[in-house]
């Protein structure tokens, strides 16, 4: 049963995995030789189909991470042989490589790996892509850590030695599991009524799935990038991080990166011992050691010069800081959330302007923040919050915006995000002298919208033509099934588009027809 060569003529089929060799442990086991596929001794023939469940989907993706050639060739053969799209790479490192350029669905990788392992493999996907699969292949010994594994996100594990059907049994098992589980969060968020989330408002389809994110990822101490365009509430949702978290009743202290010259930035961060410079007079505490048992929330991260980087790596892979001009180093206890209006993955891998290694210590869970222009039903529920919050603020009596004047708000771009939604807003009820805020009190370029009739919008020229092109789908689709409150059939009708066609498109762009159904 254990031929792990899975040669040697013993009638088993020549795909029976080998044991990983030369790793240390045991006698060195020779990998397989490469199989050409036309070898007539390579018993199983391609598989006749592919699972029922794929009909119609295009073939998974697959990334083989292993650095024994044998069994990396093993099983790239096992997955082309099903019609699976693989891709092998002997490295952890050029996985990750890989990973970040293209897309996966399941990455299948050894526990042993030369460099790192299996979970930091597993980590590094992650950091990438929350959703992909991951299987890691273990021996017998590393099972305690296969168990580890799962509850650490990793979706399934295969014990060696093992022959082809397991691998596609495992591997196929995990992709259901996905499909269901997203489906099953679909469904969460098609159902889920809420319209405010601590202080966050708004009820689209990215807002709610970033609910159950920051709902999902408040309860563990894993660092967060919040990325998202200036203005779209990343500091709000890392005080909803904090506040959720067991560490709510300890400080939370936030610090804007960009805001300091390094320096300061420095002594701010690690604190300092008198003396550590001209002006030191009495020992300070830094944010890290003020911070103890809450959240320390480092606001603009991307805008960090390479030594601050350095110096912030280093305390977080040591878990410990040390206040300028000596002491003893210091256990750090804190919950990092880092927030950034720049795009940091794109700067990691194509400009190289920020550290890739503190990269992925920041972005264990990446959160991004989908812009105003992106979630445009939240429009109409956060400009009735505001008008709220300011004209009690105010003492006004200004009630509400008018049908015409907040259908304009949809319209405009909001480049500015929530705040410049929130500021407008302000302003206008500073200025109300009724109770009714209507089209000619808003600004021109907002108010000018209206003449382009419609579903003309002014263009987004920050935009891609891509982007531009599907930002006008979307909102051509949002703005039919306004007037056809949400009635899809009839929307499809008017479009002249087939049914199944408009519906796909809405679940594209993730717009929720049930929304349109009152107004
Ligand atoms: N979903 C939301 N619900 C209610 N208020 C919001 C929401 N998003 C943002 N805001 C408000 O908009 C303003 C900007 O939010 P915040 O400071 O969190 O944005 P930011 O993404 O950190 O912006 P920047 O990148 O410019 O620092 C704040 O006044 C915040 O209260
Ligand atoms: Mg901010």
Known sequence: MNNPSGQGGSGEPSFAAPLSPGRGAGPALEAPPAKPKSDPAAPPQPEPAPPEARAGQPPPRVLVVEDDEGMRHFLGECFSRRSYDVDSVPSGEEAIERFRRLSYDVVVTDYRLTGMNGLDLTRLVKAVDLDTVVVIITAFADLSVAD???????????????????????????????????????????????????????????????????????????????????????????????????????????????????????????????????????????LFERARGGTLFLDEVGEMTAAMQAKLLRALQEREVQRLGGGEPVKIDVRLVAATNRDLKEEVFAKGGFRKDLYYRLAVVPITVPPLRERREDIPLLASHFLQHHARRNQKEVAEISVDAMVLLSYYAWPGNVRELENLVERLVTLARGRVIGVDDLPEEIRGLAHKGGAAVEADVSLSLKEAKQDFERRYMEQLLRRVRGNVSEAARSAQVDRPYFYKKIKKYRIEPDSFRNG
Request: proline share 4%.
């Open 148 to 286: 580890r594994a799962i509850q650490e996100g990793v979706t399934d594990y295969i014990l060696k030695p093992f022959n082809a059907n397991q691998l596609y049994f495992v591997i196929e098992r995990s992709l259901r599991f996905r499909r269901l589980t997203r489906e099953h969060r679909d469904l969460k968020s098609l159902v889920d009524t809420r319209t405010t989330f601590g202080s966050l408002v708004g009820c689209s389809l990215p807002m709610k799935d970033l609910y159950n994110l920051v709902e999902r990822v408040s309860a563990s101490e894993a660092t967060v990038l919040v990325a998202g365009e200036s203005g779209t509430g990343k500091e709000l949702i890392a005080r909803e991080l904090h506040t959720r978290s067991r560490r709510k009743e300890g400080p939370f202290l936030a610090i804007n990166c960009a805001a300091l010259p390094e320096t300061l930035l420095e002594s701010e961060l690690f604190g300092y011992e008198p003396g550590a410079f001209t002006g030191a007079e009495k020992r300070k505490l830094g």
